[in-house]
């Protein structure tokens, strides 16, 4: 089972706004050190019961897993929004008898945020070394590191108009590992490039139309046949956090190409809302659907997958700090063309075509903003046309997490 983790990515670009808040701004650390914010803390991932420790469909194993470490994170305020932000830590993960299963990790950010009247500018630099299964489509946890940029400049242009270009570049290197008759570290191994912008028109003091579009580029540098591009074009719209539905839905279209000609198109949609049904009750929803290249190779035009997932989250405040959650989630990878798998059966070839279902509950008590303690539990299945991908497991227990606060660029 996928182990929960704090959330440490960054949050995607939102809508834009008029400037910085009017709200007095939270203290931005715990302890104060001169100009600078200190923040020690012990994440712990999850303390529980994982029913299916290697993700199998016949040979399941039960264990004790826990994960997590120090870390600390250093803020230095300018003004009232713009701060540069260092955080990192070290993760742990912890099998009691499965000791293949252990491995030290950890992670690295930072992050400067310029925040002027019409003007906003983040830049982020980020690494990252884990132990983990990178996606639906691997059921065996992987060493990977990865480290990359990202910038984000918005410009108000008026009262209603404001333009928006982001870019990104990311390494992500895995060591060599069979899975199935594929080295993961040929396929896992990848260099991205990203740059794009957006064109936003309020209209009304909490909406706004979007409309842009965004080009990857992709480079293999063990299988350079595997390299190629991407086009993504959408629109559609945004609102801000004191809407009635908070979040965004946007439409559009992919168009994947390698460069040896290979292509492979379909719509693209990227939706995540929350609606605010009371002031102590959310039902949010998300819906993702995209091309990604897979970790196989393929007999189709393209080494790639279409995936979907669709979410849904029900949030509840009980009392003062006390929590509810609960979601549900389907997900499902289309391989383009066949895929050849081998399995101490033997050799299997057939297109993947999988269905993943997860649901879950986590009660828990929020400490100030930043920490959570809570007993999760979430219950996992999967159905393919390959029985090695037919698995299920639970995974039961104790979460704490500490979650920095991540900008939202309005």
Do not use: C, H
Not at 74 to 79: D, W
Not at 238 to 256: E, H, S
Not at 378 to 397: K, Q
């Amino acid at each position: 089972m996928l182990l929960a983790t704090a959330a440490r990515a960054q949050a995607p670009p939102g809508p834009a706004g008029a400037g910085p808040s009017d709200e007095v701004p939270a203290r931005p650390g715990l302890f104060r050190l001169g100009a600078l914010y200190l923040t020690p803390y012990l994440q712990l991932g999850s303390l529980g019961i994982d029913t299916n420790v290697f993700y199998s469909p016949t040979d399941r194993q039960t264990d004790f897993t826990a994960s997590g470490g120090p870390g600390l994170e250093i803020v230095r305020p300018f003004g009232r929004e713009s701060r540069l932000r260092l955080d990192g830590g070290l993760d742990y993960l912890y099998f009691a008898r499965t000791e293949s299963q252990r491995k030290l990790n950890g992670y690295g950010t930072a992050q400067l945020d310029l925040v002027g009247v019409k003007t906003r500018l983040f830049i982020e630099e980020r690494y990252a070394s884990s132990y983990s299964r990178p996606n639906f489509e691997v059921n065996e946890r992987v060493q990977q590191e990865t480290e990359g940029t990202q910038g984000f400049l918005r410009r108000n242009l008026g009262d209603r108009f404001a333009l928006a270009l982001f870019g990104e570049r990311k390494r992500t290197t895995t060591d060599s590992q069979d899975y199935l008759g594929t080295d993961l570290g040929d396929t896992l191994t990848e260099d991205r490039y990203r740059a794009g912008g957006e064109l936003r028109l309020a209209v009304s003091v909490k909406t706004q139309v979007v409309g842009g579009g965004e080009r990857e580029w992709y480079r293999y540098p063990r299988l350079p046949e595997r390299d190629g591009d991407s086009i993504k074009v959408y629109g559609g719209f945004r609102t801000d956090d004191t809407a009635l539905i908070v979040g965004q839905a946007l439409l559009g279209y992919q168009w994947f190409r390698l460069d040896t000609g290979g292509e492979r198109s379909g719509l693209y949609a990227n939706v995540d809302a929350a609606w605010n049904i009371a002031p102590k009750t959310k039902l949010g929803a998300r819906y993702r659907r995209e091309i990604d290249y897979s970790a196989f190779a393929t007999t189709g035009p393209t080494p790639t997958n279409l995936n979907e997932t669709v979410e849904a989250y029900l949030d509840k405040l009980l009392a003062r700090n006390l929590y509810f959650r609960l979601f549900g989630r389907l997900g499902t990878l289309a391989s383009d063309g066949e895929i050849t798998i081998v399995t101490p059966d033997g050799i299997e070839t057939a297109v993947r075509d999988d269905r993943v279902r997860e649901a879950g509950a986590e009660f828990g008590y929020q400490f100030r903003t930043r920490v959570r303690i809570g007993v999760t539990a979430t219950y996992t299945t999967r159905e393919s046309a390959f029985e090695t991908f037919g698995v299920e497991g639970l995974l039961a227990g104790l979460t704490v997490r500490y979650n920095p606060p991540q900008p939202t660029f309005r």
